[in-house]
């Protein structure tokens, strides 16, 4: 048997060659540095929408035509050529641009999703272009350096002991959360991952704050426990976790002998940006013998701030501990971190060998080897960005971005009260603040028409691309939220989404009285 | 209470002005453009090392430094000038680029991880500086569009039913698979959601290809099933499930009503890159009601090959579906694709509201909100290069990439054949091919020496940087293997791997006789 070399094989040499082209990347590469230095410069300067609205379906059919149309125009007899390429490549990232979200518009203050730091994705594209992944730290040596130097950095400055931490960073804080919990149900359900967790009598149980993140009940339905079996802890009046309570509940399971997975606080819960008192949860967990869990992921950050530290004061008094760096370190997504206080924490994840991995000639590699403790197997560099901004401007920069953003939440709380027609629902503790609009004519209305007017004017206002800002439930009731997570907002663009409100919310109000 | 601007203010707004700069993001965009592209034309070349070996303490200890040294040159007194951070930019870009694996040379032969299309990075450059993000449609519109598109268009080529079936993308093929299995499950054990694993009896489990992807057995773990509930299925002569051995374990379990989560088959396994026979398989499955999952990671790509598409036929008529953009569609890590023959299955495998993300103001949009069926909420707009590639070179390009690869498996596989001191394992099926070193001097070594050898030879190869292959185990044996992955590389360049293994060989043979 032999492989002959057909026409069709020249003709797909010649397709290839051209696609993996450092001329192409090159002169590609230059337009696309000036298409997108032009695009920030101009969403910074608060030009245009913020959002670019369109109705999914027109978005779907328009991504739906380029993938059609390359399928008429290029052929395998002839290699496409250099200029229609790029003139085409051109047309894709401007086609991108036109229909995204600009998170870099002074005027988003949605999401906990950051106006990232924009040399970011230079340092990112480094490894997409390479495609440096980690598993193994052969498959990504240099990648893995980068993620044990910024974990390093990060776990002290939250407080652990340097050389008994240990971490690792992940696809997201869901899946960061996820993979803390799947360590703390391990270590608290002895061998749960052999057996499963059938046959277990009494069930186990999660305590989570009552505001926790949709993750954390999601985890326990992921981890079999069950989302029936998480227990929400009461909050005090300032929605944190209400430790006398706490303390009660964990008594009473102990006396039950109910199986206890964790406790998971938050540092902050995300409805009003509430953190929870650490100091004092972790002396009731330690006392009751349960692993702390606490979502840092948006307040973490706030340890390398001098000025805001004293918000997650404790924080290395937990067993695990999950910090987004895309959301206060403002690195693009997904650089999620998770830390265990004792490293050897990382191994009781996953029980498990690979032997095609873990190569017994080089044992001590496992050290090394990301796979072992994360639940992706193949995983990007995703710490690439932040080492990266990191080496060049410190974490000076990082600092910045929290007490200019922190401080601003402040400012904007003290502008709403001095609005008659605004309500702020409390005063902030960071850079998330929850308020009402409440214009006299909202009083003619019934609780349940002025929460619904509260979603109708933020969709009014989030379509038109004026500012992006987010709906909250809270005890049932509708709120405006807004986190402020791009550093150029400042506090007259805040009063600006004030007039903003007023000018939807009059139209609104005047159209469903006609 | 008033919020005063202090000096301090004033310097960090400087900092972070400077790091948000457009013009320094222009310059050292065209910087790192000329540093890639200058990189790419090299390692395309063959020029220096496949990996740049360094012990891992000394990858770390350099990253570190890089972290320590900014900390020191940086102050908030006076932001940093421009020429020195654009000099220091470039240096941490060497840096990295002097640091990593080179998956674009053509002596990379290891890991299923492809020497991407290198365009895809300016693709995803857009996605980072603008940090698109899904979760809601409103936070990534186009993002979702892009990803809706290629979902469809893939899932078509695979033979699912238009309008029917479903998909999305996640962070790698472990969570890919896991998320499928978590869908199989809740679809499977009633109400495991929210009441958890707890007091099932019988215990469910899972069968799975014997040589199934180790996330297959970790899903089970994580999911509260057990990795001990894992029923392997036994493999043919071909290391492909057997049907009928399949057949009789599914018959006998329904005889004792024990709960089944689901089969879990391969396309292709990861060891030798064996392809299970789906069309079989799925009609036990049928006729037992059991859920078929096939983990296509590698081989879904071949769907789009008129010459290799005979390799996955029948994978339509599966559940679920798992197939990795990010390995035989040559993207960058990471895009997995999950597939759902019924598209309904995406909201199964989550049972759960988010009131502040899923606006009741507006319904109809959770079928575009990605956080409803993600393990992740927040996710990076991960289809973005596998988009504009697509857009850019039609699907062509992609049938291009699986029949130059796979071809050349075979073209391998056949000069192993032709060597005296070579020898393979069997005949491949696509681009993995599995073989041995055996030179004459091997004979006079027991069975645990010749198999200590193969591992030693490898990791000689791999740190002398020229060449990267892996290690694998099959019925206890160590082998060499090889993933044909990148396209550029040609059969001359094979040749050289046999030299090079011969080469190091003979060194490692006469250092440990003498």
Same mark, same amino acid.
């Given at each position: 048997?032999?492989?002959?070399?057909?026409?069709?094989?020249?003709?797909?040499?010649?397709?290839?060659?051209?696609?993996?082209?450092?001329?192409?990347?090159?002169?590609?590469?230059?337009?696309?540095?000036?298409?997108?230095?032009?695009?920030?410069?101009?969403?910074?300067?608060?030009?245009?929408?913020?959002?670019?609205?369109?109705?999914?379906?027109?978005?779907?059919?328009?991504?739906?035509?380029?993938?059609?149309?390359?399928?008429?125009?290029?052929?395998?007899? !002839?290699?496409?050529?250099?200029?229609?390429?790029?003139?085409?490549?051109?047309?894709?990232?401007?086609?991108?641009?036109?229909?995204?979200?600009?998170?870099?518009?002074?005027?988003?203050?949605?999401?906990?999703?950051?106006?990232?730091?924009?040399?970011?994705?230079?340092?990112?594209?480094?490894?997409?272009?390479?495609?440096?992944?980690?598993?193994?730290?052969?498959?990504?040596?240099?990648?893995?350096?980068?993620?044990?130097?910024?974990?390093?950095?990060?776990?002290?400055?939250?407080?652990?002991?340097?050389?008994?931490?240990?971490?690792?960073?992940?696809?997201?804080?869901?899946?960061?959360?996820?993979?803390?919990?799947?360590?703390?149900?391990?270590?608290?359900?002895?061998?749960?991952?052999?057996?499963?967790?059938?046959?277990?009598?009494?069930?186990?149980?999660?305590?989570?704050?009552?505001?926790?993140?949709?993750?954390?009940?999601?985890?326990?339905?992921?981890?079999?426990?069950?989302? $029936?079996?998480?227990?929400?802890?009461?909050? $005090?009046?300032?929605?944190?976790?209400?430790?006398?309570?706490?303390?009660?509940?964990?008594?009473?399971?102990?006396?039950?002998?109910?199986?206890?997975?964790?406790?998971?606080?938050?540092?902050?819960?995300?409805?009003?940006?509430?953190?929870?008192?650490?100091?004092?949860?972790?002396?009731?967990?330690?006392?009751?013998?349960?692993?702390?869990?606490?979502?840092?992921?948006?307040?973490?950050?706030?340890?390398?701030?001098?000025?805001?530290?004293?918000?997650?004061?404790?924080?290395?008094?937990?067993?695990?501990?999950?910090?987004?760096?895309?959301?206060?370190?403002?690195?693009?997504?997904?650089?999620?971190?998770?830390?265990?206080?004792?490293?050897?924490?990382?191994?009781?994840?996953?029980?498990?060998?690979?032997?095609?991995?873990?190569?017994?000639?080089?044992?001590?590699?496992?050290?090394?080897?990301?796979?072992?403790?994360?639940?992706?197997?193949?995983?990007?560099?995703?710490?690439?960005?932040?080492?990266?901004?990191?080496?060049?401007?410190?974490?000076?920069?990082?600092?910045?971005?929290?007490?200019?953003?922190?401080?601003?939440?402040?400012?904007?709380?003290?502008?709403?009260?001095?609005?008659?027609?605004?309500?702020?629902?409390?005063?902030?503790?960071?850079?998330?603040?929850?308020?009402?609009?409440?214009?006299?004519?909202?009083?003619?209305?019934?609780?349940?028409?002025? $929460? $619904?007017?509260?979603?109708?004017?933020?969709?009014?206002?989030?379509? !038109?691309?004026?500012?992006?800002?987010?709906?909250?439930?809270?005890?049932?009731?509708?709120?405006?939220?807004?986190?402020?997570?791009?550093?150029?907002?400042?506090?007259?663009?805040?009063?600006?989404?004030?007039?903003?409100?007023?000018?939807?919310?009059?139209?609104?109000?005047?159209? !469903?009285?006609?």
């Amino acid at each position: 048997m032999s492989v002959e070399i057909s026409n069709d094989a020249h003709a797909r040499r010649a397709l290839i060659s051209r696609a993996y082209d450092p001329q192409l990347l090159r002169a590609a590469g230059d337009r696309l540095v000036r298409l997108l230095s032009d695009h920030l410069h101009i969403v910074q300067q608060g030009e245009g929408p913020v959002l670019n609205w369109h109705e999914p379906q027109k978005n779907i059919a328009a991504a739906r035509k380029s993938l059609a149309d390359s399928n008429l125009s290029v052929d395998l007899v !002839s290699p496409p050529e250099l200029a229609p390429l790029l003139e085409r490549f051109e047309e894709l990232i401007q086609q991108s641009l036109a229909r995204g979200q600009n998170l870099h518009h002074p005027h988003y203050v949605g999401h906990q999703v950051p106006a990232s730091v924009p040399l970011a994705a230079w340092f990112d594209a480094v490894t997409t272009l390479t495609n440096q992944v980690m598993a193994i730290y052969e498959m990504g040596p240099w990648a893995t350096a980068v993620e044990h130097a910024v974990v390093e950095q990060l776990g002290e400055a939250i407080g652990f002991e340097p050389g008994s931490f240990g971490g690792l960073v992940t696809s997201g804080g869901s899946l960061a959360n996820l993979t803390a919990l799947l360590t703390a149900r391990n270590v608290a359900l002895g061998e749960s991952w052999s057996h499963g967790l059938a046959d277990h009598s009494p069930a186990p149980v999660l305590l989570a704050h009552a505001e926790a993140h949709y993750c954390v009940m999601r985890s326990a339905g992921i981890l079999g426990i069950g989302t $029936d079996q998480v227990l929400r802890i009461p909050l $005090d009046p300032q929605r944190r976790i209400d430790v006398n309570r706490l303390d009660t509940m964990l008594s009473e399971l102990r006396a039950k002998n109910v199986p206890i997975v964790a406790v998971s606080a938050a540092a902050c819960a995300t409805p009003i940006g509430a953190f929870d008192p650490l100091v004092d949860i972790a002396e009731v967990c330690r006392r009751h013998e349960v692993w702390l869990h606490v979502d840092a992921a948006h307040g973490g950050a706030a340890s390398l701030s001098s000025k805001y530290r004293h918000l997650v004061e404790g924080l290395h008094l937990a067993d695990s501990v999950v910090c987004d760096a895309h959301k206060m370190l403002f690195m693009p997504a997904l650089c999620a971190l998770v830390f265990y206080s004792d490293r050897q924490h990382r191994f009781a994840t996953f029980e498990q060998v690979a032997p095609y991995l873990f190569d017994p000639s080089a044992p001590g590699m496992a050290e090394f080897d990301s796979g072992v403790c994360n639940l992706e197997c193949t995983k990007r560099a995703a710490a690439m960005g932040l080492w990266g901004i990191w080496s060049l401007f410190g974490s000076q920069l990082f600092e910045a971005l929290v007490d200019e953003t922190f401080d601003k939440g402040l400012e904007f709380y003290e502008l709403l009260n001095q609005q008659p027609d605004f309500k702020p629902f409390c005063q902030p503790q960071c850079n998330i603040v929850v308020f009402r609009y409440e214009p006299t004519q909202l009083e003619t209305l019934s609780e349940a028409e002025a $929460d $619904d007017f509260q979603l109708r004017l933020r969709r009014k206002v989030v379509e !038109s691309g004026d500012y992006y800002l987010v709906p909250i439930q809270i005890d049932g009731r509708n709120y405006l939220r807004t986190t402020i997570i791009n550093p150029l907002t400042t506090v007259e663009h805040l009063g600006g989404l004030l007039d903003c409100l007023r000018h939807h919310g009059k139209a609104l109000l005047s159209s !469903s009285h006609s």
